[in-house]
């Protein structure tokens, strides 16, 4: 018996066993709820940021997009759904599939964090992190978390997840072992929902499910500095049947820029955040 296929019926004995599923907590109130000054500055201290697209490239449909990271020229992506679940590879420039890995049927994928030679996956209700080797996208190991798994990214020293409710979970690379939980909040009031993450200068930045937002997070403290709204950045044109919420963001190491997509979006965006003024938002 091979090692992928050693691996493999690992998996299947893993996934044989029920999940303890940990339901997220209750919505909680959250930055969209805060009141907002003339200077785009949140009474309780939280900037509210506005938007500007610079451009934008041509993307599939087919993804369901839960993970997004841009390495070395290559753009990796993680597509949920059950059956149709991927991990994918792209040449960045030219937006060309170079090759991917179709996950068991079982298993519904979510964010994804490259780090070294290696890369991880999260599932969703499964709670599996999947391992791959960089170069061939060859299953490596595997392990499980407590509860589900939606957004991943990686801080330079440790992994960072996710799972729905207002907590992110610093776990390590080596054995999956966490090692700390930190709750989200914005003036002190939790904010729920955080789904996929990317790390970008020194702070975690967060998509909130089921909203136009991007929460950017310290991640010493929890506190939400900055919410970027991003309402509008996908035309009704652009809806169809099956096109779904914002989701995904990377930052190109090469120049510093930030991209930007959806579930089943046609585009991905780069954007410059601004500083937007209003009277209010509730």
């Known amino acids: ?35 907002v000054t003339e200077l785009g500055v949140t009474e309780k201290g939280v900037q509210l940021l506005g938007y500007r697209v610079l451009e934008r490239k041509a ?3 087919d993804n369901f997009v839960q993970g ?10 993680s597509a949920g759904g059950y059956g149709e679940s991927r991990l994918l590879r792209y040449d960045f420039a030219s937006g060309q599939l170079l090759d991917g890995q179709r996950l068991d049927r079982r298993l ?61 979970f610093f776990m390590n690379t080596a054995d999956g072992v966490i ?41 010493a403290t929890g506190a939400v500095e900055a919410r970027l709204d991003l309402t509008g950045l996908l035309p009704d044109s652009d809806r169809l049947r099956g096109t779904d919420v914002l989701n995904g963001i990377a930052v190109n190491p090469a120049d510093g820029a930030i991209w930007v997509t959806g579930k089943r979006w046609p585009w991905l965006y780069r954007i410059e955040p601004q500083p937007r003024a209003i009277s209010a938002r509730n």
């Open 108 to 168: 519904f994928a979510e964010g994804l964090a490259v780090v070294g030679d290696e890369i991880f996956q999260l599932t969703w209700r499964a709670g599996v992190v999947l391992v791959y080797d960089r170069a061939s996208l060859t299953p490596k190991r595997h392990w499980r978390i407590p509860g589900q798994g939606w957004g991943l990214t990686y801080n330079g020293e440790q992994l960072v997840y996710s799972d729905g409710s207002d907590r992110l």
């Open 179 to 219: 090692t700390r939980s930190l709750p989200v909040t914005a003036a002190g009031r939790p904010v729920t929902q955080l789904n996929e993450l990317e790390w970008i200068d020194g702070r975690i930045w967060a998509n909130v499910w089921q909203s136009d937002d991007i929460v950017i997070i310290d991640p």
């Open 68 to 77: 997004l990271q841009i390495v070395d020229g290559a753009l990796y992506l």
């Open 1 to 35: 018996m091979n090692t992928a296929t050693r691996l493999c019926c690992a998996l299947l004995a893993l996934l044989a066993v029920p999940c303890a599923s940990v339901a997220p907590a209750q919505p909680a109130t959250g930055v969209a709820e805060l009141g």
């Open 59 to 61: 993307h599939s449909r």
